[in-house]
């Protein structure tokens, strides 16, 4: 058995320890709302299959936790949430999916369970279950016990919490981000979950009388499995580990006069950072309220032009004894990101493996793209300039109404690439003739800055271009075959129609060509079955 005992910043004393099958931590002296603050970020946490067991006499709080915690998974402080004491439960449909709060007090028989929903949603909703003692074995994927405890003063409480090990990782991040909230002085702020992005990281927007802010959790990340030369991909792909690089790209893209969001706290060996809230703009949504697409993406160009401008160093200093130097695109990561058409997007479509002399010649022409991409003059690459990653703030100046990021992944590299990155938006529609229309307003500004050529620029974002799509086209299948995640395939079609404009340039004609061969226009109008329980096999619509 293990220990952990201490004080957390605001003095509530905090004890953990942990068996072969469980952690347990007891939290005490909370009062009301230190246990409601509790219970609001505790659902940040929850996901389907989760289920909370909340146990203690009458009147110890079970009831108005499971409130406070419900709100948190609706996103709506004003929701009713009745107790299910008499109907033994409720359920609600939030943002996250389905929420069920169950009431055993009234329950005749462990057998009952079955008829009021409980195994069922254990599998498929967020599960809170009062009077758990009522039954033997509570169903579900993973399991949270909070027993309450009630104190010789009035509405202070202690909790006891016991997780499964499925559980347990998630609930000490979550004591680790209330300790952190704690200690940069935000404790009495309300916690809203913020939708993040592919990564491990976690993003929850703080609000109190004043303003707001956002807290992100990186923490850092293990190595995956060796996919090559005895790295995991992470490493080849250069992808940051911990928060230190964005924290040391964040302040020189300030220091270069952008729009970063300012670091307002930090803890680099935890992975918590606090950071400017610069609101709920993002460039795809603002294009789908109606703002004109051409100012957005427009002051999104001037401001990868003063980027160049600022052409920032390339080691930046993330602490005192810490620094970070921007890692080089090399042909090992463009080779890597060719290979997952191969690996995943041909077997998803002819339902067999790519043939060997299809593939060397599928490499072949590849080889001279990228070494084209490789030769051309070196700057910042922030890597995912595109619309999930921009905030509009039209209140700002010239290159600084647009905000930027996730950007902790930047590389050095060509130019070209944040360019195409931005004109050719994954998930957003670019009209080709606004992009021709941007693409030549770069050329024309950037043709007075050091290293510009614009035919090699061109030939440069096209070759990028073609590389980016056809990287989605394998990542998106990835995405649903392996991590389950169905609704990238909304963006297939969208990158499909970038990579045929980007191959119509001549000098990526053998490339083309492989395509047309291949993948003909047939195939890429294939739609991409996405399975149910009931599949044994997926097979694709012909």
């Not at 079955?114 to 003692?133: K, M, Q, R």
């Not at 970063?260 to 680099?268: H, N, S």
């Not at 007075?448 to 299948?477: C, H, I, M, S």
């Amino acid at each position: 058995m293990r220990f952990r005992c201490g004080l957390d910043a605001a003095g509530t004393k905090l004890l953990g320890f942990g068996t072969m099958t469980h952690q347990t931590w007891i939290l005490s002296d909370l009062d009301e709302p230190a246990v409601g603050r509790f219970a609001e970020r505790l659902g940040l946490w929850l996901r389907r299959g989760d289920v909370l067991a909340l146990s203690g006499e009458l009147g110890a709080g079970k009831t108005t936790f499971a409130r406070a915690l419900i709100r948190s998974l609706l996103a709506n402080d004003e929701a009713e949430v009745p107790s299910p004491t008499f109907a033994l439960v409720q359920t609600y449909d939030g943002p996250r999916g389905h929420v069920a709060h169950f009431d055993l007090y009234r329950l005749g028989d462990a057998s009952e369970t079955a008829e009021i929903g409980l195994d069922d949603a254990a599998e498929d909703a967020i599960s809170i279950v009062e009077w758990p003692e009522r039954v033997n074995v509570l169903p579900g994927a993973a399991h949270l016990s909070i027993r309450f405890i009630e104190t010789p003063i009035s509405d202070v409480r202690t909790l006891t919490l016991s997780a499964d090990l499925a559980f347990a990782p998630r609930l000490a991040r979550c004591l680790a981000a209330n300790a952190f909230i704690k200690r940069v002085g935000w404790d009495d702020a309300r916690a809203t979950f913020l939708q993040g992005d592919a990564s491990a990281r976690r993003y929850t927007r703080l609000s109190r009388a004043g303003g707001s802010a956002i807290l992100m959790d990186a923490p850092r990340q293990p190595d995956g499995p060796i996919v090559q030369d005895g790295k995991p991909y992470s490493r080849i792909a250069h992808l940051a580990e911990d928060v230190g690089p964005f924290v040391a790209v964040d302040r020189t893209l300030r220091a270069a006069g952008l729009s970063a969001p300012t670091i307002l706290a930090e803890d680099l060996d935890a992975g918590f950072l606090l950071i400017e809230d610069m609101g709920d703009r993002v460039y795809g949504t603002e294009t789908d309220g109606g703002s004109h697409q051409s100012d957005l993406w427009t002051a999104a160009i001037d401001m990868l032009l003063a980027l160049r401008r600022a052409n920032p160093p390339m080691t930046m200093q993330v602490s005192p004894t810490r620094l970070h130097q921007l890692p080089q695109l090399d042909a090992t990561i463009l080779s890597i990101e060719v290979a997952l058409l191969p690996d995943w997007y041909w077997p998803e479509i002819y339902g067999t493996i790519m043939p060997s002399v299809v593939r060397a010649h599928y490499e072949a022409v590849w080889q001279p793209v990228i070494a084209h991409i490789l030769t051309q003059p070196t700057g910042w690459l922030l890597r995912d300039v595109h619309s999930p990653n921009l905030l509009w703030l039209p209140e700002r100046e010239a290159a600084q109404r647009v905000g930027v990021i996730d950007f902790q992944d930047a590389l050095a590299g060509p130019w070209a690439h944040d360019v195409m990155s931005l004109l050719q938006d994954a998930r957003v529609d670019v009209p080709e003739a606004l992009e021709t229309k941007l693409l030549a307003r770069y050329a024309a500004h950037a043709a007075t800055l050091p290293g510009f050529n614009e035919q090699d620029f061109r030939l440069t974002y096209a070759a990028y271009g073609a590389l980016r799509a056809t990287r989605l086209l394998g990542l998106f299948v990835r995405l649903l075959r392996r991590d389950d995640k169905p609704h990238y395939l909304a963006h297939i079609p969208r990158n499909w129609r970038y990579l045929e404009r980007n191959l119509r340039h001549p000098a990526l004609a053998p490339l083309a060509d492989w395509y047309d061969t291949h993948l003909p226009v047939t195939v890429r109008n294939r739609a991409i079955v996405v399975c149910d329980s009931t599949n044994d096999r997926c097979q694709p619509r012909a």
